[in-house]
């Protein structure tokens, strides 16, 4: 079983809808974040959490919001979705600590907003 | 600000031959850490290596390797041997830890293996 799973995998949406993307993973990492990527400009932050009490924006989190209701759960909403907010969504936990602190990351979602 | 950039948006090799993507990085910090992801098709985020700013040695992992130049904040990656299964998008990221957590990408190179 993957370690790093989200839900839906692909989502077609309607301008004005609320969303939710949902991430969990099994690897009892503390850390865990959320991308967004566009074609031609890589992978940018939208919110990050280092534990349950703990959540902090990235750079574009605007329009955006999240839930860490778990240790191993970690959602990303939007409010009321635009065309502009079409992208692929990643979901990416670490250990922390010392040594680069690599990420792992979900399969993505697919995420069209009509 | 950190930055990453790779300036060559598209690359092609052909299968079993050598090939260089570049990466140029800008940072203050003088501990970080730099990683180069590939994504596949299937867009799967899949780490291919990491280097340690403060060690000289260059990374290698099988048939990736890196070049790093800290000076000139320059982290090449290197591949050998190339594989069609190589074809995908790969990001190279600046890493820097502490309170001033923070993973940056640059906008990736799509490298095509040809048959």
Known sequence: ?114 | AQTVTQSQPEMSVQEAETVTLSCTYDTSENNYYLFWYKQPPSRQMILVIRQEAYKQQNATENRFSVNFQKAAKSFSLKISDSQLGDTAMYFCAHYSGGSNYKLTFGKGTLLTVNP
Not at chain 1, 9 to 20: A, E, F, L, S, V
Not at chain 1, 49 to 65: A, L, P, Q, R, T
Not at chain 1, 77 to 98: D, H, K, M, R, V
């Open chain 1, 1 to 114: 079983d993957a370690d790093v799973t989200q839900t839906p995998r692909n989502r077609i949406t309607k301008t004005g809808k609320r969303i939710m993307l949902e991430c969990s993973q099994t690897k009892g990492h503390d850390r865990m974040y959320w991308y967004r990527q566009d074609p031609g400009l890589g992978l940018r932050l939208i919110y990050y959490s280092f534990d349950v009490k703990d959540i902090n924006k990235g750079e574009i989190s605007d329009g955006y919001s999240v839930s860490r209701q778990a240790q191993a759960k970690f959602s990303l909403s939007l409010e009321s979705a635009i065309p502009n907010q079409t992208a692929l969504y990643f979901c990416a936990t670490s250990l922390g600590g010392s040594g680069g602190d690599e990420q792992f990351f979900g399969p993505g979602t697919r995420l069209t907003v009509l």
